[in-house]
C-alpha cells in the first residue's frame, strides 16, 4: 500500500494546462460514439484507469478504436452492438457502470457488468429500480443492488419517469433506454442535475429536449452525427488546486482549458462565497463552455451548504478543507449521497477531520465543521480518489501522510506531479 507525504512548500503562484480531462464527458464521449453510424474523433480524452476501462468496454462491444501519435482518438462504430463473451469489466467508476446499464439495456443480447471490489459494493438499484419499472431485464447480486449486473437488453416501451433523487447518472442511464424506446418518453427530477448528456446528445443530433427539471426524449429515427470535440478538462480535478490557493493566503491558481458548466462550477462559488476571490474567463461554447479558471487565497469564513448538492457532490471532500481551515463553522446539509460514493463521504471526511484536531459533528445527509487549527495527521483514503487527494492539499497548509494512494490513478494519473509543484513530497 502506497502512502504519499506532503509538507507545506510556502505561498504559490501556479500556472497549469494539465489538469485531467473531464471525466464525465470523457465515460461520456466513448459510450455515445456508439449512437452513430460514422467515426467520431476525440482529442484530449482522459487516460485514467476508470475512462480506459470504458474505452475497452466500447471495443468488447464491437467499435474500433484507434490512436494517433498525439493521443487522439478515433472510435469506429460497429453496425450493430456485439454480444460479448467476457464480462465488461468498469473498473471503478460508478458513472461507466450505471450509463452502460441504461444504453445496454436497449441493445440486442445478453450483458454483464462488473467491476472492482469499491464498485462491487456500491449500490446500483437506484439505476436498475428505475429501469426495471419501465421495463428493462436487469438482475444481480441483492436484487439487482450490487455487481456483476446481468442485463438481456430488449425494446422498451416510451415512458414517464419521475425520479426521487437528483442524479445525473440516473437521468442519462433514462435518457439512453428512452432513445431506443417506442415512443416520446418522459424523465422528471426533483432538483437540476448535472446536464453533459443532453447538451452532448443535442450536438449529436438528438431530440432531447429540456425544459427546467422535465426532459423529454424523442426515439432515434436514424443513427446521431459523430462526435468531433476535445474533451475539456476536469474542474472537478481542478478544484483541488482551486482549494490549495484558497486555504494559502495571497497564493494564486490558474487553470487553463476548463469545463465552465454552470452545474460543474457551483464549488467554485462556494469558495467565492467564503471570501476567496475566483474569476471564470470564458473562451469558446461548442458543446459546453470552456475557458481558464483564476482563484487567489483570501481569509476565508464559514458557510452552509444545502442547495445545488447535485452540482457539487464531488467538490465536497475537498471544500471540507476549505471549511476546517475557515473562521467559523461550516455546514453541508442534503448530501445524503456522499454516503453512496467511492466510500461513504460523509463518514470518510468526518473521521479524517478530527484526526486532524477538527471539530465535526456528522449527521444523516452531512456534517459541521468549525474552522480551527490544522494538524498533521496520517490519513485513510479508504480507497476514494477524492478523499486522498483533498487531504493531500491540505499538506499544502501542514504536513499530511496520505494512506492508500493507489486510487488517485482512477481519475488524475499526474495529480501528483502536480502537487509536487506546489508542495513538497515524499512518496
Not at 455515445?32 to 470504458?54: G, K, R
Not at 475557515?326 to 473521521?351: C, P
Not at 494512506?403 to 515524499?426: A, H, K, M, Y
Request: glycine letters at 8%; charged letters at 20%.
Amino acid at each position: 500500500m502506497k502512502t504519499l507525504h506532503v509538507k507545506p512548500k510556502g505561498n504559490f503562484s501556479f500556472t497549469t494546462h494539465s489538469i485531467a480531462s473531464d471525466k464525465s464527458i470523457s465515460h461520456r464521449c466513448a459510450i455515445f460514439s456508439l449512437l452513430s453510424d460514422q467515426p467520431s474523433v476525440i482529442q484530449n480524452y482522459l487516460p485514467a484507469e476508470d475512462t480506459l476501462c470504458t474505452l475497452s468496454i466500447v471495443e468488447s462491444l464491437g467499435a474500433q478504436v484507434k490512436k494517433s501519435a498525439d493521443g487522439t482518438l478515433t472510435i469506429t462504430p460497429p453496425l450493430s452492438i456485439v454480444e460479448p463473451p467476457c464480462i465488461l469489466d468498469c473498473g471503478n467508476s460508478g458513472t461507466a457502470i450505471r450509463l452502460l446499464m441504461g444504453f445496454l439495456s436497449t441493445c440486442d443480447g445478453f450483458f454483464v457488468l462488473h467491476g472492482d471490489k469499491y464498485l462491487a459494493s456500491r449500490p446500483m438499484r437506484r439505476v436498475a429500480d428505475p429501469l426495471r419499472s419501465v421495463g428493462a431485464w436487469i438482475d444481480g447480486r441483492n436484487n439487482g443492488n450490487f455487481a456483476p449486473l446481468g442485463i438481456r437488453g430488449q425494446k422498451l416501451k416510451a415512458f414517464t419517469y419521475e425520479s426521487k433523487i437528483a442524479s445525473a447518472q440516473v437521468k442519462s442511464a433514462l435518457i439512453l433506454a428512452a432513445l431506443q424506446a417506442d415512443g416520446i418518453s418522459s424523465f422528471v427530477e426533483p432538483e437540476l442535475s448535472r446536464d453533459h448528456s443532453e447538451r452532448m446528445l443535442r450536438g449529436m443530433g438528438a431530440n432531447v429536449i429540456s425544459e427546467g427539471l422535465h426532459v423529454k426524449i424523442h426515439p432515434l429515427e436514424k443513427a446521431l452525427k459523430p462526435l468531433h470535440l476535445r474533451v475539456p478538462n476536469d474542474p472537478s480535478s481542478g478544484f483541488f488546486f482551486a482549494v490549495a490557493a484558497a486555504i494559502n493566503v495571497g497564493s494564486t491558481v490558474t487553470l487553463h482549458n476548463m469545463l465552465l458548466n454552470p452545474t460543474r462550477i457551483e464549488a467554485y462559488k462556494v469558495l467565492e462565497r467564503m471570501g476567496a476571490k475566483v474569476e471564470f474567463i470564458e473562451k469558446e461554447s461548442l458543446y459546453e463552455s470552456v475557458g481558464d479558471i483564476i482563484i487567489t487565497g483570501a481569509p476565508l469564513r464559514g458557510v452552509e451548504v444545502s442547495e445545488n448538492i447535485s452540482w457539487l457532490i464531488d467538490e465536497l471532500p475537498a471544500l471540507s478543507i476549505a471549511f476546517a481551515c475557515a473562521k467559523g463553522k461550516s455546514v453541508v446539509k442534503n448530501a445524503e449521497e456522499l454516503r453512496v460514493k467511492e466510500s461513504d463521504r460523509i463518514s470518510s471526511v468526518v473521521k479524517n477531520l478530527r484526526l486532524c484536531g477538527i471539530e465535526v459533528e456528522e449527521f444523516p445527509d452531512g456534517y459541521a465543521v468549525s474552522g480551527g487549527v490544522f494538524q498533521s495527521a496520517t490519513i485513510n483514503s479508504f480507497g476514494d480518489h477524492r478523499i486522498a487527494m483533498s487531504f493531500a492539499i491540505a499538506g499544502t497548509r501542514v504536513a499530511m501522510k496520505i494512506e492508500d494512494i493507489e486510487c488517485i490513478n482512477t481519475s488524475f494519473p499526474n495529480f501528483i506531479e502536480l502537487v509536487s509543484q506546489i508542495g513538497n513530497l515524499e512518496e
